[in-house]
């Protein structure tokens, strides 16, 4: 990598965004933009076709948060590679925002698909590959007594019913800036050291303050303030902040939550749902966590829409006291299409044959050289930017670090940047998550491709300051 052939730009300037020139960013923003635009006139007409039947011209308007000039439209995925209608092979570091971490429909996935459809798809019974899934689930994450769920965000909207149940609590604790899918409860922040709702919330009627409460991650003194006024069932939160930049726990924070949620009553709600990377069983294995009720999802079934959810021998002992006390009824929990057999077939192939400790030995094995590859070109071209690891997930973040919490993760976003080196390297084979600068190694990725979006990465800094 060639060093720098100009001083680096004042971070503190004006004109310099993240210590890049703006008018540098801008000029390489246009000139990517007019590259993949010119180079992919098969997927621009089918944007058009699009704009005529969907809303916004997205089946889903987070896909609009993509900064290319139009989307690229996939023709087939496989393995670690995407490949689009214009022809063009693309290296997949996204994987779905997770959804397809262990790689686009892995082998055994696909089979278990194939032989289950002859089957039938859904009949709101069990079957036996649903009792194997059970045991496999306890195997891998441990001895929970386990539901199905089809989204993380079900999961989870579930896991606080549950909180709410057994411990006649109204409010959630959670973290300022996190994201636990598209749960109204946890969608606060902090202003001035009050709970509010979130800025932007569309539709939102409620004052979420009277549900939840927010803390900065990282702030037990703040948490057991928290926890102390009573009103509190549950604390819910990821073991490494993540869709916010990466914030890593420190040292004794994951212990403390664990040990303050005891002492005041409070369940501890770990969602793994993207630090399942962390390793074979996730975070809560890897670090030997003890939460009441853990959440996984998205990956958990090879891509197919699936979630669980587990509750702890003690937790469910008291669900089950909660739940025969209450008026016959509807219990507002849980969705017809639910623990369908597809599901089970998925997840009893995932966690068997796709999930497995030698699949998360080759993940951690490319994960480390891309973060050092990453590392090393920020360095070599004088960014003040950091590059974080959690298993097979890593991110570089325009900002020095190490990041603490929320507000910081916050202010080290910059969006004109990220999406100009995301289109940058698209344009040069390399795709990685829109919403943060999110790249993930599955079993599938090959060292050429990790090289090669190191050489990408590498080629665009020189681009910006040299």
């Known amino acids: 990598m060639p ?22 960013l801008a000029d390489l923003a246009q000139r990517e933009a007019r590259r993949f635009a010119r180079t992919r006139p098969l997927s621009a007409a089918a944007a058009k076709r699009a704009a005529s039947v969907y809303l916004d011209g997205v089946p889903l308007h987070w896909m609009k948060d993509w900064p290319m000039p139009h989307l690229p439209l996939v023709e087939r995925a496989e393995g670690a590679t995407i490949t689009d209608i214009d022809g063009y092979r693309i290296d997949d570091f996204c994987f779905g925002d997770t959804g397809s971490m262990f790689g686009h429909s892995p082998a055994p996935v696909a089979k278990a698909i194939r032989a289950q459809a002859r089957r039938g798809l859904t009949y709101m019974l069990p079957t ?6 059970g ?22 909207r579930f896991a606080l019913r549950v909180a709410r149940a057994v411990t006649g ?9 996190c994201y636990h899918g598209t749960v109204d409860d946890a969608f606060v922040t902090l202003d001035h050291g009050r709970t509010v709702n979130r800025p932007g919330l569309l539709g939102q009627v409620t004052d979420l303050s009277t549900l939840a409460v927010a803390c900065e991650f990282n702030d037990l003194a703040a948490v057991e303030a928290a926890l102390a006024a009573g009103d509190v069932a549950a604390i819910l939160t990821e073991p490494v902040m993540t869709n916010s930049c990466m914030v890593l726990p420190a040292p004794g924070f994951l212990e403390g939550l664990r040990r303050l949620a005891t002492r005041y009553g409070a369940l501890l709600i770990i969602d793994e749902t993207h630090t399942i990377s962390t390793g074979y069983g996730g975070y809560t294995r890897v670090h030997g966590l003890q939460p009441d009720i853990f959440v996984v999802g ?6 197919l829409p699936t979630a669980v959810w587990g509750l702890s021998e003690a937790t469910a002992t008291r669900y089950q006291t909660a739940n025969a006390a209450r008026a016959p009824g509807h219990s507002g929990m849980g969705t017809t299409l639910s623990a369908n057999p597809l599901q089970f077939a998925c997840l009893e192939a995932t966690l068997s044959e796709v999930m ?4 998360y030995d080759h993940m951690e094995t490319l994960a480390q ?13 004088g960014l003040p930017w950091h590059v974080v690891r959690v298993g097979a997930r ?21 969006p004109q940047v990220e999406a100009a080196l995301h289109t940058a390297l698209l344009n040069r084979g390399a795709l990685i998550a829109p919403f943060h600068n999110m790249m993930l190694i599955s079993p599938a990725t090959k060292k050429r491709q990790v090289e090669n979006l190191i050489a990408a990465f590498d080629e665009v800094l020189t681009e910006l300051t040299t």
Do not use: M, Y
């Open 3 to 24: 060093a720098p052939d100009t001083p680096d730009p004042d971070p503190n300037r004006a004109d310099v965004v993240a210590g890049l020139s703006r008018e540098r």
């Open 128 to 133: 036996e590959a649903a009792l194997e899934a």
């Open 135 to 156: 045991r496999l689930l306890c195997e891998v994450f441990g001895p929970f007594r386990w539901q199905i769920a089809t989204t993380a965000t079900d999961a989870n």
């Open 169 to 177: 609590r109204p409010k959630v604790l959670v973290f300022n800036g």
């Open 298 to 303: 998205k990956c958990v079934a090879g891509g």
């Open 356 to 359: 497995t400790p030698k699949a």
């Open 369 to 381: 050289r891309l973060h050092a590859g990453l590392a090393a070109a920020i360095a070599v071209h």
């Open 394 to 414: 890593v991110e570089f973040i325009c900002a020095p670090g190490p990041l603490h919490n929320g507000s910081e993760a916050a202010l080290a976003h910059q």
